[in-house]
């Protein structure tokens, strides 16, 4: 895909979030996460082939540790397998991944430590 289809595709994500990133996006935003700087939406590319670029778009990055968080609703129960190969995709290319269930988002405070508890253990 070309990068300005890219582009337009992670704005158009941005422009509509899910309820469960809206929440989330609340708690990240602005470095409110112990400073960790995160964006939302941003294209992962993983391999470029002549013009066309190869990528992945994570619901939340943060580029000073590598730490892909991906919240999971009903969808993934569906695409588990897909998921799964993109996981080793981005691993294989040093990102660490997060998953957290949409219905985890009830308590927040327990979802942050989840986040730099990972970050401690997994990223440095």
Known sequence: MKY?????IAGELRK??????SILWNHLRKRKLSGFKFLRQHPLYYEH?????YFFIPD???????LIIELDGSIHDRRKEKDKMRDEILKN???KILRIKNQELTDMERI?????NYILKECT
């Not at 300005?4 to 337009?8: L, P, S, V």
């Not at 939340?60 to 590598?66: D, I, R």
């Open 60 to 66: 939340f990055y943060c580029q000073e540790v590598k």
């Open 4 to 8: 300005r289809e890219i582009k337009r």
């Open 112 to 116: 942050k430590e989840r986040i730099l």
């Open 16 to 21: 509509n979030p899910t309820q469960s990133e």
């Open 49 to 53: 082939v002549n013009n066309d670029h």
């Open 93 to 95: 290319h040093g990102f």
